[in-house]
């Protein structure tokens, strides 16, 4: 077992001290920074392969992360000692671009720290694990031939015995009871897709000897799958998941340089939600007056795909929402390449309902980006098929669409990758960035026209489906908060979900459950409201010159920070930096 406590600490600040020195004269701040920007990134992926190779860096295709005891802390001292570095720098002589990304840097590091040290996720979290290898990474995108990339999947499985006997070691001796059921479940989607999915993609290898090979590496990986399964299914458990409420702070200025207590950004919350829910009532009541707002959400969410056109009927949608960006000016589109949609892998279904998987920023030949949307599970029982399509009603469906492809998370990702960002800004991302753009996307189309052909009926459900996935995010903001600084268990948010967001036990209960493990899902609705907030002041401050599509261009076009430090690239006025919310 592995617990890092502060004794651990006296090499990681005896190599700290060692370090300290002299401010960097200051006409080579610049300079000093990108060197050991540079310096930083590569002992970060070495560290971190599996990261590498989702970026598109393929020196790691056949790498697999060491958990090991010695190799973990000397990871928090290299963490420590750049920390200490980063601040020998004259920051006053650093360039405003340079300067911003020195702050990114630094909070890459920090949120690092935070997540090894003081959330304990190799020895409290088993889904670390459980998540640590992605081989459909190396047969969804045809970045090399494909006995190449079969050869790295022989290496990889080889050592995933290695991986899970740490994994064991590492796991302190009690853990929470959620974290080990999500564990198990991603572990046999993991193993699953071993199985089933993985012969399948590589039926095309031509090579009898290869293929022999990796059916001994694939049945190896298999086996010590399964028996990280076997070891958290009998792996005593608790409930104590929650992050407490310095942590919570922690989580919240260290992730995304936010000073609010919890308190106030539960207070947040709650205004949101009444307000929101204010919106789905008079949306309803557009729709049929003479009936309850949640029994009229609940008619239009009837009007959903079958199982089997699911998937053919979001795609069929794909392209009248990416013309509608470009006919209403919302914002530029860098890339003629079109996302594909396909079922979500079913190794990725037990946390995901609908998700966006691009090719990494550095990724030169595979192109491919893959929307994915989660299908009905045969083994579910009629009623919890049918509350899962219910969500994936027409109106909604064309939300999600919105929210993964266009114009949120893909053409977020092209934006990205056109740009002239640094590797910091390409590799370094912010969750209220990120998922706020998506979400605040959402609205953004619909106060835009989209959904409105004419009829005000059709043009209320299009806005009840999308305040129902406001009411989504608000609820996991709410939730989050709750869960980890108010002692709730579970059950009470699965049934504040039910409540509050109008939907059935097996999804409500999907989105507690993520929340002991995603206690950052909050930032989904915090980042659309900082997005809102941001809009407003660079609106003001532009008057008539003011522009929706120069607002979200530079939105998109400035990497991936924090909402904080965008204000200061949108904003003149210095003082207005700091207002997030």
Same mark, same amino acid.
């Given at each position: 077992?592995?617990?890092?406590?502060?004794?651990?600490?006296?090499?990681?600040?005896?190599?700290?001290?060692?370090?300290?020195?002299?401010?960097?004269?200051?006409?080579?701040?610049?300079?000093?920074?990108?060197?050991?920007?540079?310096?930083?990134?590569?002992?970060?992926?070495?560290?971190?392969?599996?990261?590498?190779?989702?970026?598109?860096?393929?020196?790691?295709?056949?790498?697999?992360?060491?958990?090991?005891?010695?190799?973990?802390?000397?990871?928090?001292?290299?963490?420590?000692?750049?920390?200490?570095?980063?601040?020998?720098?004259?920051?006053?002589?650093?360039?405003?671009?340079?300067?911003?990304?020195?702050?990114?840097?630094?909070?890459?590091?920090?949120?690092?720290?935070?997540?090894?040290?003081?959330?304990?996720?190799?020895?409290?979290?088993?889904?670390?694990?459980?998540?640590?290898?992605?081989?459909?990474?190396?047969?969804?995108?045809?970045?090399?031939?494909?006995?190449?990339?079969?050869?790295?999947?022989?290496?990889?499985?080889?050592?995933?015995?290695?991986?899970?006997?740490?994994?064991?070691?590492?796991? $302190?001796?009690?853990?929470?009871?959620? =974290? %080990?059921?999500?564990?198990?479940?991603?572990?046999? /989607?993991?193993?699953? #897709? &071993?199985?089933?999915?993985?012969?399948?993609?590589?039926?095309?290898?031509?090579?009898?000897?290869?293929?022999?090979?990796?059916?001994?590496?694939?049945?190896?990986?298999?086996?010590?799958?399964?028996?990280?399964?076997?070891?958290?299914?009998?792996?005593?458990?608790?409930?104590?998941?929650?992050?407490?409420?310095?942590?919570?702070?922690?989580?919240?200025?260290?992730?995304?340089?936010?000073?609010?207590?919890?308190?106030?950004?539960?207070?947040?919350?709650?205004?949101?939600?009444?307000?929101?829910?204010?919106?789905?009532?008079?949306?309803?009541?557009?729709?049929?007056?003479?009936?309850?707002?949640?029994?009229?959400?609940?008619?239009?969410?009837? $009007?959903?795909?079958?199982?089997?056109? =699911? %998937?053919?009927?979001?795609?069929?949608?794909?392209? /009248?929402?990416?013309? #509608? &960006?470009?006919?209403?000016?919302?914002?530029?589109?860098?890339?003629?390449?079109?996302?594909?949609?396909?079922?979500?892998?079913?190794?990725?279904?037990?946390?995901?309902?609908?998700?966006?998987?691009?090719?990494?920023?550095?990724?030169?030949?595979?192109?491919?980006?893959?929307?994915?949307?989660?299908?009905?599970?045969?083994?579910?029982?009629?009623?919890?098929?049918?509350?899962?399509?219910?969500?994936?009603?027409?109106?909604?469906?064309?939300?999600?669409?919105?929210?993964?492809?266009?114009?949120?998370?893909?053409?977020?990702?092209?934006?990205?990758?056109?740009?002239?960002?640094?590797?910091?800004?390409?590799?370094?991302?912010?969750?209220?960035?990120?998922?706020?753009?998506?979400?605040?996307?959402?609205?953004?189309?619909?106060?835009?026209?989209? /959904?409105?052909?004419?009829?005000?009926?059709?043009?209320?459900?299009?806005?009840?489906?999308?305040?129902?996935?406001?009411?989504?995010?608000?609820?996991?903001?709410?939730?989050?908060?709750?869960?980890?600084?108010?002692?709730?268990?579970?059950?009470?948010?699965?049934?504040?979900?039910?409540?509050?967001?109008?939907?059935?036990?097996?999804?409500?209960?999907?989105?507690?459950?993520?929340?002991?493990?995603?206690?950052?899902?909050?930032?989904?609705?915090?980042?659309?409201?900082?997005?809102?907030?941001?809009?407003?002041?660079?609106?003001?401050?532009?008057?008539?010159?003011?522009?929706?599509?120069?607002?979200?261009?530079?939105?998109?076009?400035?990497?991936?920070?924090?909402?904080?430090?965008?204000?200061?690239?949108?904003?003149?006025?210095?003082?207005?930096?700091?207002?997030?919310?």
């Amino acid at each position: 077992m592995m617990k890092w406590t502060s004794g651990l600490f006296m090499a990681a600040l005896l190599a700290t001290s060692c370090h300290r020195g002299a401010k960097v004269p200051a006409p080579s701040a610049d300079s000093a920074f990108a060197s050991l920007s540079r310096e930083f990134i590569k002992g970060y992926l070495d560290w971190r392969p599996q990261a590498g190779v989702a970026l598109g860096y393929h020196q790691y295709d056949t790498m697999v992360p060491d958990f090991g005891n010695g190799p973990m802390l000397n990871e928090i001292v290299r963490l420590r000692v750049y920390d200490s570095l980063l601040s020998d720098i004259d920051t006053g002589a650093l360039s405003p671009r340079n300067y911003r990304d020195y702050r990114i840097l630094h909070l890459g590091i920090q949120q690092e720290l935070f997540n090894i040290v003081d959330l304990n996720a190799y020895t409290r979290n088993p889904i670390t694990y459980a998540q640590a290898v992605d081989l459909n990474t190396y047969v969804k995108r045809d970045f090399a031939p494909l006995e190449y990339r079969l050869g790295c999947i022989i290496k990889v499985e080889r050592q995933l015995p290695f991986l899970f006997e740490q994994a064991k070691r590492n796991l $302190e001796a009690t853990l929470p009871k959620p =974290l %080990i059921d999500m564990a198990i479940e991603v572990a046999k /989607g993991s193993e699953d #897709f &071993l199985k089933r999915d993985l012969p399948v993609a590589l039926k095309d290898v031509k090579s009898d000897a290869l293929m022999h090979v990796f059916a001994e590496s694939n049945a190896e990986a298999i086996k010590a799958i399964d028996g990280y399964i076997q070891f958290l299914a009998k792996h005593p458990a608790d409930d104590h998941f929650a992050l407490g409420e310095e942590n919570y702070r922690k989580m919240l200025h260290n992730v995304e340089l936010i000073d609010l207590s919890p308190d106030s950004l539960l207070a947040i919350g709650m205004r949101e939600l009444k307000r929101e829910q204010g919106v789905f009532q008079q949306a309803a009541h557009i729709i049929n007056p003479n009936k309850p707002a949640v029994e009229v959400y609940k008619d239009m969410e009837k $009007e959903h795909p079958s199982a089997d056109s =699911l %998937i053919p009927d979001t795609r069929k949608h794909l392209e /009248g929402i990416r013309q #509608f &960006l470009i006919d209403h000016k919302i914002c530029s589109l860098p890339s003629d390449v079109r996302i594909q949609v396909k079922e979500t892998p079913p190794y990725a279904r037990s946390t995901s309902t609908a998700s966006c998987d691009v090719p990494g920023p550095f990724e030169t030949k595979a192109t491919e980006a893959y929307y994915y949307v989660t299908p009905v599970d045969a083994r579910w029982t009629p009623q919890q098929k049918e509350d899962w399509l219910a969500m994936f009603n027409y109106y909604t469906t064309d939300v999600v669409t919105i929210h993964e492809a266009y114009p949120g998370h893909y053409v977020q990702f092209t934006h990205l990758k056109a740009s002239d960002g640094s590797d910091v800004e390409k590799i370094f991302a912010s969750y209220a960035y990120v998922e706020g753009w998506a979400h605040y996307t959402e609205r953004m189309m619909l106060d835009e026209g989209y /959904g409105n052909n004419g009829d005000p009926v059709t043009a209320a459900k299009y806005r009840l489906a999308q305040s129902g996935d406001a009411l989504l995010r608000i609820c996991r903001l709410c939730n989050s908060i709750m869960l980890h600084t108010k002692g709730i268990s579970v059950d009470s948010a699965t049934h504040f979900f039910m409540a509050n967001w109008y939907q059935g036990e097996k999804p409500s209960n999907l989105e507690a459950l993520r929340g002991t493990f995603d206690p950052g899902y909050l930032f989904y609705t915090v980042g659309k409201l900082e997005i809102l907030k941001l809009r407003a002041d660079y609106q003001q401050q532009e008057g008539a010159g003011y522009s929706l599509k120069t607002f979200n261009d530079a939105m998109m076009d400035n990497g991936q920070p924090p909402i904080r430090l965008l204000r200061e690239v949108l904003l003149k006025d210095k003082t207005k930096w700091g207002e997030v919310l």
